[in-house]
């Protein structure tokens, strides 16, 4: 008798130990009590996984309890910090692999081509997600220093593209990388420029690139617009053009260029001074600097607005004079 229940009560025990593994098995593989709009999660450094666990719990994603701590012990993960996206159908399993696997929410950034490092500037610290660390930089020579020692000024040297980052990057990590991707885009063009450009440098190529990002958005005219600028300065002309001008006014400009501020003396009015302007003017794309690199052959020596979105390039003053007048017409 005390034999037959002694195997009763262990074939108990192993019906009751069969149907919690089966249990756990369909607990691991079932979704989670995600929403369809999803959850989003932000696990800080050094978090461990039970308290994800029970702050999920307190959310109604899940129920904490034996079967995490199960699977956590049969499946023991180390998880990575960072903000995720929880998406609906998403399993006990599933949660735990992309925890550890870091799989985290990424945010975008673009830097836009022609952009002023002020705009720049401004746009970092419009955005949300980013850390706003370059708050500490009191100056200018602050934020030189933690980006490049070896800058003197910031404009231009920050790559227009879209970068990617994390909860926890701030802006100064941005910059970071887009110096760095500028740094390496000039040191292509400089590298492989056309033979006997007027440019002693490849801070030159920046500066002239500048202009060109700001006197055109069509990428077909880029090469001939920096045709125009490089023939002029082969022939020792003034580089007459208006951004230049507009970009040493700074604030004071209000949207209306007058002759008063063509004839004003200052080191970026190329209307009263011969060369580049001390330093670029904006944030040129890659485009801009292989324009700058390999400018169109031609005998154009200006252009102008064609009111139709792109310029009317002209080989003689007559022949711009003629185009200028035709671009006024237009004009309402």
Do not use: C
Request: avoid cysteine.
């Amino acid at each position: 008798m005390k034999a037959r229940y002694l195997y009763l009560a262990g074939a108990t025990l192993l019906l009751g130990a069969l149907l919690a593994w089966l249990d756990f098995r369909a607990f691991a593989r079932a979704p989670l009590a995600i929403p369809e709009s999803g959850v989003h999660l932000v696990v800080e450094r050094g978090t461990p996984v039970r308290a994800v666990i029970r702050e999920l719990g307190q959310r109604g994603v899940t129920e904490p309890g034996w079967r995490w701590r199960l699977l956590t012990r049969i499946e023991p993960v180390t998880i990575q910090a960072g903000e995720y996206a929880l998406t609906a159908g998403l399993s006990p399993r599933a949660l735990l692999a992309l925890l550890a696997n870091g799989n985290v929410v990424r945010y975008q950034f673009t830097i836009v081509e022609g952009w002023t490092f002020r705009q720049l500037q401004a746009a970092l610290a419009a955005e949300p997600q980013l850390a706003q660390s370059t708050t500490g930089l009191d100056s200018e020579v602050q934020l030189l220093q933690a980006i490049n020692p070896e800058l003197e000024h910031p404009e231009g040297w920050f790559l227009p593209e879209t970068y990617q980052y994390v909860r926890g990057d701030s802006g100064l990590d941005i910059l970071r990388r887009a110096h760095d991707a500028m740094q390496r885009e000039l040191d292509r063009a400089w590298a492989g420029r056309a033979p006997d450009l007027p440019l002693k440098s490849a801070y030159e190529l920046l500066v002239l690139a500048s202009i060109v990002e700001r006197e055109t958005s069509l990428d077909a005219e880029r090469a001939d617009i920096a045709g125009v600028f490089v023939r002029r300065l082969q022939q020792g002309w003034r580089l007459e053009t208006d951004p230049t001008v507009i970009y040493g006014l700074g604030q004071q400009f209000d949207g209306d260029l007058r002759r008063r501020d063509l004839v004003a003396d200052s080191p970026y009015n190329t209307y009263t001074r011969f060369g580049l302007p001390p330093t670029p003017i904006a944030l040129p794309g890659a485009l801009s600097l292989q324009a700058v690199a390999h400018p169109a052959a031609g005998t154009a020596m200006f252009f102008v607005a064609s009111g139709a979105g792109g310029h009317v390039f002209s080989e003689t003053l007559e022949e711009h004079n003629a185009a200028v007048r035709a671009m006024l017409r237009k004009t309402p």
